[in-house]
Structures are given as structure tokens and as C-alpha cells.
């Protein structure tokens, strides 16, 4: 179905202009499949010469009560009243499953991939409610079903239980594994065969920086 197909689809407004029911249905799409379309990729799925166009198109469906528009984000629009089921989250970076990657080098990936990137998402796809996303590099988690390429939601916490997936730091590397807590050991388990648990030692450098929540995979 093209861009401009969309008008006559179900919900889509009768009374507004064709051009801006077209942009309507379209970000309805999108929000609906969780992707928060910047005022670029708006101009360009509509071939429009600048992204003026596209914000005149916006800032009237915000004005007339069809979206709404979180003050202070780029990516900030949202369906109204969905606020209660789609929960903004940010691409922060990567994150390695399989040999651990520097906080640096996940930071400089995240920078280079997933720069500015928000999406909105359905809250009931994560338990506890995460505070960012990250991507997963390598396939250490394939057990657990978290494959390479997969967004896991991070929940922001320094303690963690036996047992629970993890996305820690080790010796400023940064890896998601399942914690396992002895009393005089910690152990970070990978969940494929081909890799090897990492023990952490004593006087490393180790810390929690949150629990694993769930994950998006996109085609």
C-alpha cells in the first residue's frame, strides 16, 4: 500500500484535507509499530523539498487534537491518549553478548547507529518498566531467545538477584549475561554453549548497570 493510499483506511479523518489524512494515516503506522518518524523521514516519505512542509502538516494535527507532541523531544510525537501503552524509550548504545565491549567503544557504536534514536513502545512487552534500550551484539544469549540485533529494555538498578539476566560492567567492559551469585564468587553465564562463563575475580572492577526487561526485534 502507497503513502497516499492510506487516506480511505479505517479511522483515518474524512474531513481532512487528502494530503494531511495521507501524513495522519502515515504516522499512525508508525507509531503503531512503535518508530517516532523524524520531520526528515516525514518530507521524504511524502517527497516533500523541505521539512517545513512537514512541520506545517504536524504542528496543525497537534493543534487540531489528532497527535500529540511531548515538549523537548525530537522524536517526541505520540498518538493522543495512547501515553498510557506506548512508553518512550531511547537507543542508547550497544551491547556486547558475547566477548564484552569497552563503556566507550558501546557509546561510540550507539553514537554511530542509533544516534537520537527514540521509539515508542507497548509498555506490556517489558516487565519491570525499562529505562533504555540497547542492542545486542553476539549471539552469548541465544538460549535466553535474545538474538544478535535484538533492542533489550534496561532497567536502571545497581542490585540484581541470583539468576537474573543482567547487562553488567567488567573491568569497564560492558556484556549481558545471567548472574549467578556464589558466597565467595560472581559468575556471568552466557546461555550458548560456545561461550564461556565469565567469573569475575577478586579486586575486579564489576558492577550492575541494570536488569534486563524484555526485548524488541525488528525486521
Known amino acids: 500500500m502507497s503513502t497516499m493510499d492510506a487516506i ?5 479523518p474524512s474531513d481532512l484535507p487528502p494530503r494531511r489524512a495521507a501524513v495522519l494515516a502515515f504516522l499512525h503506522r508508525e507509531l503503531a509499530a512503535g518508530r517516532a518518524p523524524s520531520l526528515a523521514e516525514i518530507a521524504q516519505a511524502f517527497g516533500f523539498v523541505s521539512r517545513n512542509a512537514a512541520l506545517k502538516h504536524v504542528q496543525a494535527l497537534v493543534a487540531d487534537g489528532w497527535l500529540e507532541q511531548a515538549p523537548g523531544r525530537k522524536r517526541g510525537l505520540g498518538l493522543p491518549g495512547g501515553r498510557a501503552d506506548l512508553l518512550p524509550l531511547a537507543v542508547l548504545g550497544r551491547v556486547a553478548a558475547g566477548m564484552p565491549i569497552s563503556a566507550e567503544g558501546a557509546a561510540r557504536l ?5 544516534a537520537e534514536a527514540e521509539l515508542w513502545l507497548d509498555r506490556r512487552l517489558f516487565s519491570p518498566r525499562p529505562d533504555y534500550l540497547l542492542r545486542v551484539q553476539g549471539d552469548s544469549m541465544i538460549g535466553d531467545g535474545i538474538l544478535d540485533g535484538d533492542l533489550v529494555g534496561v532497567q536502571r538498578t545497581p542490585e540484581a538477584r541470583d539468576g537474573q539476566v543482567v547487562v553488567a560492567r567488567v573491568d569497564g567492559e560492558l556484556t549481558i549475561k545471567r548472574l549467578q551469585r556464589g558466597r565467595r564468587r560472581i559468575v556471568l553465564l552466557p546461555r550458548n554453549p560456545a561461550h564461556a562463563p565469565i567469573e569475575v575475580g577478586p579486586g575486579q572492577d564489576f558492577a550492575v548497570e541494570g536488569v534486563y526487561c524484555g526485548l524488541v526485534r525488528r525486521g
Open 110 to 114: 550507539g553514537a554511530t547507529a542509533d
Open 8 to 12: 480511505d483506511s479505517p479511522g483515518t
